[in-house]
């Protein structure tokens, strides 16, 4: 997260106060100094040093501003689960059940899981999706999905098993073999997600893709302390 961002919530932080609830205690000292530096300018003075002390001790924190990036990670988590299990309703009752089968065998939403696991259950998800109605012209999800494969995936079969299920899913892009038709390939590229999610990736002549520095997205790394909150969502 930017530091401005940091700064951003440490003005507003609300601090619970007897009888009055939580307020923006920095926010209202800030308007009481600024109102009367009108009268008497050393108040604009003693206002710049309580900023100063004041947001030293909360963005100026690491344990703060940690507190405030694994907040995010939740919120970005619920957020993104909220879309996967509205997309999963929309599934009849067989790819439900497929799309299931699939997370059960990798254990999602129990632990960690492998690198990727997520990744791959999301374009499991959107190619079923996809085989039962026509692709939308700007999918939303897209970019993420495609960044997130360039980040996450290091083994070179993996990372082309993430770019063919993107590109199918692109409705701009055309099919990587001209002489199948898109359901087939579709349905190729759900069968080796199937297999290979969960288990050790097979071993490849090509030597791995270096791991980009940029962090992964926490929505498919989800931290320990929501686990739960995945199962209260299922």
């Not at 307020?23 to 009268?39: E, H, K, R």
């Not at 993996?158 to 990587?176: H, I, M, S, T």
Request: net charge positive.
């Amino acid at each position: 997260m930017p530091w401005w961002t940091y700064l951003k919530a440490g003005f507003w932080q609300r601090v619970s106060l007897p009888l009055v609830g939580p307020v923006p205690l920095n926010a209202a000292a800030a308007l009481g100094f600024a109102l009367a530096g009108c009268d008497e300018p050393i108040f604009w003075a003693a206002g710049a040093t309580w900023q100063v002390a004041w947001l030293g001790g909360t963005a100026g924190r690491t344990a703060y501003r940690r507190r405030l990036a694994e907040a995010g990670q939740r919120g970005a988590w619920r957020g993104l689960e909220e879309r996967r299990l509205q997309l999963y309703q929309q599934l009849p009752a067989p790819q439900r059940q497929r799309h299931l089968a699939l997370r059960a065998h990798a254990k999602l939403g129990e632990t960690p899981g492998e690198p990727g696991a997520e990744l791959f259950a999301w374009l499991h998800l959107k190619l079923l999706l996809a085989q039962i109605g026509p692709r939308p012209a700007a999918d939303p999800d897209l970019p993420r999905l495609h960044a997130a494969a360039a980040v996450e995936l290091t083994d070179p079969a993996r990372a082309r098993l993430a770019d063919e299920a993107v590109a199918l899913l692109a409705p701009r892009q055309g099919l990587a073999d001209a002489t199948l038709s898109w359901q087939a390939q579709a349905e190729a590229v759900l069968e080796r997600l199937e297999r290979g999610l969960g288990s050790p990736a097979a071993p490849s002549s090509s030597p791995p893709r270096a791991a980009t520095q940029i962090p992964p997205p926490p929505i498919f790394a989800p931290p320990s302390d929501i686990v739960r909150d995945r199962k209260m969502l299922e």
